[in-house]
């Protein structure tokens, strides 16, 4: 995501990047990881990109997000998605990708956020 802050960054040690050895003050184009207001600018970035797309944040647990029958879950920068359709849950990962860099493990959750989860027959999830 942009930064909308002025952010100068010391390049780093060993590194040189111009010829005469001189430090070069660096300024970033896109945030980075820990840097303040990183999370937040995230944040406003994926909340922005799934609303674009139709999801709507529930208003009890600002994390889980809503189109249809499919579901969104966010953890910092870990999305569960989930849905009754497989089709449905599909496509979703298909936008998802086309507006983020998104890597899609495409396999059925054991664990997410410490919460163990069990896949039954008859489409019944057990949570602990």
């Known amino acids: 995501a942009e930064v909308k802050a002025t952010i100068y960054l010391a390049s780093p040690a060993g590194i040189k990047i111009n010829t ?3 430090n070069v003050i660096l300024r ?3 945030n980075l990881y820990g840097l303040k207001g990183a999370g937040r600018t995230w944040w406003k970035h994926l909340s922005s990109g799934l609303d674009k ?6 208003t009890s647990d600002l994390c889980v997000w809503k189109k249809d029958e499919v579901v969104v879950i966010v ?3 870990d999305c569960l998605i989930f849905g009754n359709d497989k089709a449905d849950v599909d496509k979703t990962v298909t936008q998802l990708k086309q507006a983020f ?15 163990k989860l069990e896949h ?3 489409e019944i999830f057990r949570i602990y």
């Open 28 to 30: 970033p184009k896109k």
């Open 120 to 122: 039954e027959k008859d």
């Open 75 to 77: 953890y910092v920068d």
């Open 101 to 115: 860099d998104l890597t899609d493990k495409g396999e059925t959750v054991e664990q997410y956020i410490g919460v």
């Open 20 to 22: 005469d050895g001189e």
């Open 53 to 58: 797309l139709g999801f709507r944040q529930c």
